[in-house]
């Protein structure tokens, strides 16, 4: 069977396949020529011419689309040749056993993808992210232990209570009623002495020698 060629092509070099067949004299035009060869169309007419008949085969193709006529003699031959084989179911009988081994191959490729599925290793742990973010806080635990130092205070304190105490002593009580002390004067006695006797007689002296000058002693007058 061929599908190339021009209606009439293999008037030349001979009949096609299916006047060869039928035994008659291909003529111009001749609607089988294009699709069954001179070689081994008529083999395949054969089978076609047996199950659906030279006539029949020639009227349905007049009715199909030129386009289309070389996928239906296609069809015609391999039915044909199927019932030959099956005159029963014919086509039907391999279509079965096509679907039969789309169950089958279906069911294995099942199993097959259930047993990788119990065969696949772990997925390894994801590594652990470093972020770059803010430290943790920090707890009372994590502080360094520093044991604080014992520092001796007694020196630093002891020259100053020794000042203040020095500073705190009772002073003369001279300097309650305006009388400078002995050191002021210079340590003149005739102060002194003049002081007292103001004190207890009242008694003025007349004469009063500047202090620390050593003079003779002073007259002393008394108050009417």
């Known amino acids: 069977m061929s599908s190339s060629g021009s209606p009439g092509s293999s008037c030349g ?17 001749c609607i089988f020529a ?22 029949n085969v020639s009227k349905l193709l007049q009715h199909v689309p030129e386009h ?11 039915e044909a040749q199927a019932r030959l084989r099956d005159p029963i179911y014919g086509c039907v009988s391999h279509i079965v056993s096509l679907q039969k081994q789309v169950v089958s191959l279906q069911t294995e490729l099942s199993y097959v993808q259930a047993h990788l599925a119990t065969l696949e290793l772990p997925q390894p742990p994801p590594a652990p992210v470093t972020s770059s973010g803010s430290p943790p806080p920090l707890s009372i635990s994590d502080l360094p232990t520093i044991t604080p130092s014992l520092y001796e205070l007694s020196p630093i304190f002891e020259p100053m209570s020794s000042t203040w105490t020095m500073q705190q002593q009772p002073r003369p009580f001279d300097h309650l009623f305006g009388v400078p002390s002995s050191s002021t004067i210079g340590g003149s006695s005739e102060l002194q002495a003049l002081a007292r006797d103001f004190l207890h007689g009242g008694q003025i002296p007349a004469d009063l020698p ?9 007259t002393v007058v008394k108050r009417e």
Do not use: N
């Open 210 to 218: 500047p202090p620390g000058t050593g003079g003779s002693a002073p």
């Open 13 to 29: 070099g001979g009949p096609c396949g299916a006047c060869k067949f039928l035994r008659r004299k291909c003529v111009a035009g």
């Open 68 to 78: 289309k006529r070389a996928d239906a003699v296609v069809s015609i031959c391999f």
């Open 34 to 55: 294009p699709y069954f060869d001179s070689e081994q169309g008529a083999a395949h007419f054969a089978a076609v011419h047996k199950v659906f008949g030279a006539s």
